[in-house]
């Protein structure tokens, strides 16, 4: 059984830096690709960033570019997502998600496991 568990979020200032850890077990993810994605109050889950965990390919929403970077460690089954000069339009619940097909995709509806949520807050 897929499992993920994110850790990291919290409260901070415009301009501070938050690195998200998404822990994985359950089954090799070599041919899976990883996705953080959020979701603020009244709005829909929206994709943020994605890495192919074989090749590491990435992919970012255009506002976080520049801004945050998605990694994964395959010794510690361990995707991250560090944020840097972050902005209170990035206020969300971020959600990692796990896609059992290694491409390039930025739909949620093609992540088939999710993990519980870490919350971030950025005041101005």
């Known amino acids: 059984q897929v499992q993920l568990v994110e850790s990291g979020g919290g409260l901070v200032q415009a301009g501070d830096s938050l690195r998200l850890s998404c822990a994985v077990s359950g089954r090799s993810f070599s041919r899976y690709t990883m996705g953080w994605f959020r979701q603020a109050p009244g709005k829909e889950r929206e994709f943020v960033a994605f890495?192919?965990?074989?090749?590491?390919?990435?992919n970012y929403k255009d506002s976080v570019k520049g801004r945050f970077i998605i990694s994964r460690v395959s010794a510690k089954n361990t995707v991250y997502l560090q944020m840097n000069s972050l902005k209170p339009e990035d206020t969300a619940l971020y959600y990692c998600?796990?896609?059992?097909?290694?491409?390039?995709?930025?739909?949620?509806?093609?992540?088939?496991?999710w993990g519980q949520g870490t919350q971030v807050t950025v005041s101005s």
């Open positions: 998600g796990a896609r059992p097909v290694d491409d390039d995709y930025t739909d949620s509806r093609g992540y088939a496991n």
């Open positions: 890495i192919r965990w074989s090749g590491g390919r990435t």
